[in-house]
Protein backbone atom coordinates (compact mmCIF):
# COMPACT_ATOMS: atom_id res chain seq x y z
CA UNK A 1 0.00 0.00 0.00
CA UNK A 2 2.76 2.27 0.71
CA UNK A 3 4.14 2.17 -3.00
CA UNK A 4 0.87 2.79 -4.55
CA UNK A 5 0.43 6.08 -2.45
CA UNK A 6 4.18 6.83 -3.01
CA UNK A 7 3.47 6.07 -6.55
CA UNK A 8 0.36 8.63 -6.36
CA UNK A 9 2.47 10.99 -4.72
CA UNK A 10 5.27 11.42 -6.97
CA UNK A 11 2.70 11.06 -10.12
CA UNK A 12 0.83 14.24 -8.34
CA UNK A 13 3.86 15.73 -7.73
CA UNK A 14 5.41 15.50 -11.16
CA UNK A 15 2.30 16.65 -12.88
CA UNK A 16 2.14 19.64 -10.55
CA UNK A 17 5.97 20.46 -11.89
CA UNK A 18 5.45 20.11 -15.15
CA UNK A 19 1.94 22.69 -15.06
CA UNK A 20 3.72 24.92 -13.08
CA UNK A 21 6.63 25.21 -15.51
CA UNK A 22 9.50 24.51 -13.29
CA UNK A 23 10.65 21.33 -15.43
CA UNK A 24 11.38 24.02 -17.88
CA UNK A 25 14.86 24.71 -17.38
CA UNK A 26 14.56 28.43 -18.29
CA UNK A 27 11.76 29.62 -16.45
CA UNK A 28 13.70 28.28 -13.27
CA UNK A 29 16.84 30.19 -14.44
CA UNK A 30 14.85 33.76 -15.10
CA UNK A 31 13.31 33.10 -11.72
CA UNK A 32 17.14 32.85 -10.35
CA UNK A 33 18.00 36.23 -12.41
CA UNK A 34 16.98 38.68 -9.70
CA UNK A 35 18.77 41.62 -11.81
CA UNK A 36 18.06 40.38 -15.17
CA UNK A 37 15.06 38.76 -16.45
CA UNK A 38 13.52 37.97 -13.68
CA UNK A 39 10.26 35.98 -14.03
CA UNK A 40 8.06 35.92 -10.47
CA UNK A 41 5.61 33.49 -11.59
CA UNK A 42 7.46 30.60 -9.78
CA UNK A 43 6.74 32.34 -6.39
CA UNK A 44 3.57 32.79 -6.69
CA UNK A 45 3.20 28.66 -7.72
CA UNK A 46 5.05 28.28 -4.39
CA UNK A 47 2.90 30.65 -2.38
CA UNK A 48 -0.23 29.31 -3.99
CA UNK A 49 0.68 25.57 -3.11
CA UNK A 50 1.33 27.00 0.36
CA UNK A 51 -1.73 28.82 0.74
CA UNK A 52 -3.68 25.17 -0.43
CA UNK A 53 -1.49 23.11 1.21
CA UNK A 54 -1.02 24.60 5.17
CA UNK A 55 -4.45 24.30 6.20
CA UNK A 56 -4.57 21.03 5.79
CA UNK A 57 -1.19 20.29 7.17
CA UNK A 58 -2.68 22.47 10.28
CA UNK A 59 -5.81 20.58 10.98
CA UNK A 60 -4.86 17.07 10.04
CA UNK A 61 -1.46 16.67 10.89
CA UNK A 62 -0.45 18.95 13.67
CA UNK A 63 -1.86 16.70 16.63
CA UNK A 64 -0.83 13.52 15.15
CA UNK A 65 1.85 10.84 17.42
CA UNK A 66 2.72 8.93 14.27
CA UNK A 67 2.77 9.38 10.76
CA UNK A 68 -0.09 7.35 8.73
CA UNK A 69 1.97 5.44 7.27
CA UNK A 70 5.11 4.80 9.87
CA UNK A 71 5.29 4.16 13.28
CA UNK A 72 6.98 6.65 14.34
CA UNK A 73 7.94 10.23 12.73
CA UNK A 74 12.24 10.71 11.29
CA UNK A 75 12.80 14.06 12.52
CA UNK A 76 16.43 15.24 12.43
CA UNK A 77 17.95 15.79 15.94
CA UNK A 78 20.84 17.55 15.27
CA UNK A 79 20.97 21.17 15.58
CA UNK A 80 24.47 22.24 14.80
CA UNK A 81 25.47 23.41 11.40
CA UNK A 82 28.70 21.32 9.99
CA UNK A 83 31.25 22.48 7.00
CA UNK A 84 30.28 19.29 5.09
CA UNK A 85 26.27 20.27 5.32
CA UNK A 86 26.98 24.09 4.42
CA UNK A 87 29.66 23.09 1.35
CA UNK A 88 26.96 20.47 0.39
CA UNK A 89 24.22 23.42 0.32
CA UNK A 90 26.48 25.87 -1.92
CA UNK A 91 27.35 22.58 -3.96
CA UNK A 92 23.37 22.05 -4.48
CA UNK A 93 22.71 25.81 -4.89
CA UNK A 94 25.56 26.05 -7.54
CA UNK A 95 24.62 23.15 -9.72
CA UNK A 96 21.01 24.53 -9.12
CA UNK A 97 21.83 27.69 -10.72
CA UNK A 98 23.89 26.71 -13.22
CA UNK A 99 21.87 24.00 -14.79
CA UNK A 100 18.52 25.63 -13.82
CA UNK A 101 17.35 22.18 -12.25
CA UNK A 102 16.40 20.70 -9.15
CA UNK A 103 16.56 17.27 -8.95
CA UNK A 104 12.43 16.75 -9.07
CA UNK A 105 12.43 18.72 -12.01
CA UNK A 106 14.97 17.46 -13.39
CA UNK A 107 13.74 14.05 -13.37
CA UNK A 108 10.40 15.00 -14.34
CA UNK A 109 11.77 16.98 -17.72
CA UNK A 110 13.96 13.49 -18.53
CA UNK A 111 11.42 12.08 -20.63
CA UNK A 112 11.65 15.34 -22.91
CA UNK A 113 15.21 14.14 -23.37
CA UNK A 114 16.16 18.23 -23.21
CA UNK A 115 19.73 18.16 -24.32
CA UNK A 116 20.42 19.88 -20.53
CA UNK A 117 18.18 17.60 -18.94
CA UNK A 118 19.99 14.61 -20.58
CA UNK A 119 23.63 16.15 -19.02
CA UNK A 120 22.30 17.45 -16.00
CA UNK A 121 20.39 14.31 -14.39
CA UNK A 122 23.95 11.58 -15.10
CA UNK A 123 25.84 14.38 -13.37
CA UNK A 124 23.39 14.57 -10.44
CA UNK A 125 23.62 10.70 -10.06
CA UNK A 126 27.27 10.72 -9.81
CA UNK A 127 26.94 13.40 -7.26
CA UNK A 128 24.25 11.16 -5.27
CA UNK A 129 26.60 8.22 -5.89
CA UNK A 130 29.78 10.29 -4.66
CA UNK A 131 27.94 11.59 -1.33
CA UNK A 132 26.82 8.46 -0.42
CA UNK A 133 30.32 6.59 -1.28
CA UNK A 134 32.84 9.85 0.10
CA UNK A 135 34.03 9.28 3.72
CA UNK A 136 33.32 11.81 5.88
CA UNK A 137 35.12 14.49 5.93
CA UNK A 138 34.20 16.71 8.78
CA UNK A 139 36.12 18.11 11.16
CA UNK A 140 36.25 16.31 15.05
CA UNK A 141 33.35 16.84 17.17
CA UNK A 142 33.95 17.88 21.21
CA UNK A 143 33.11 15.69 23.38
CA UNK A 144 29.64 15.33 24.49
CA UNK A 145 28.03 17.00 21.09
CA UNK A 146 25.98 14.38 18.88
Avoid at 26 to 38: Q, S, Y
Amino acid sequence: MKQIFALLSGLIFGLGLIISGMADPAKVLNFLDLFGTWDPSLAFVMGGAIAVTAPGFARLFRKRHAPMFDTEFRLPTRKDLEPTLLVGAAIFGVGWGLGGFCPGPALTALPMAATGTLIFVPFMLAGMWAARNTPDLSLPRKKGTV
